[in-house]
Nanobody, 126 residues
Framework: QVQLVESGGGLVQAGGSLRLSCAASRGTFSSYFLGWFRQAPGKEREFVATISRSSLSTYYADSVKGRFTISRDNAENTVYLQMNSLKPEDTAVYYC???????????????????WGQGTQVTVSS
């Protein structure tokens, strides 16, 4: 099974940028669709962005659309989340996830994913 390790989190001022990375080991990386989710203190985990196996399809939560970009490098077994124009409400632990189901899958739902990373903290100060 695939193992996922996130990196790139940290403290940034509002309006700044961060690039999260999620490196995968084991499994066949290109066979998974990938997603980023986040969880703020006292809140449920929420969807951020997802990318298809071939990178042809991406989808974003309305709250991050136009500011965040998800991408993947299947040769490097890595998925990225470029975050620009960060806001204090983006503060959360960010998780990457990999899903292996085929067919009609709602990639915005956490239950569609089989494997999760341990998370990386992103803090945006005002």
């Amino acid at each position: 099974q695939v193992q996922l390790v996130e990196s790139g989190g940290g403290l940034v001022q509002a309006g700044g940028s961060l690039r999260l990375s999620c490196a995968a080991s084991r499994g066949t990386f290109s066979s998974y669709f990938l997603g980023w989710f986040r969880q703020a203190p006292g809140k449920e985990r929420e969807f951020v962005a997802t990318i298809s196996r071939s990178s042809l399809s991406t989808y974003y939560a309305d709250s991050v659309k136009g500011r965040f970009t998800i991408s993947r490098d299947n040769a490097e077994n890595t998925v990225y989340l470029q975050m620009n124009s960060l806001k204090p409400e983006d503060t959360a632990v960010y998780y990457c996830a990999a899903g292996q189901y085929s067919g009609n899958v709602n990639r915005a739902q956490a239950s569609s994913y089989n494997y999760w990373g341990q998370g990386t903290q992103v803090t945006v100060s005002s």
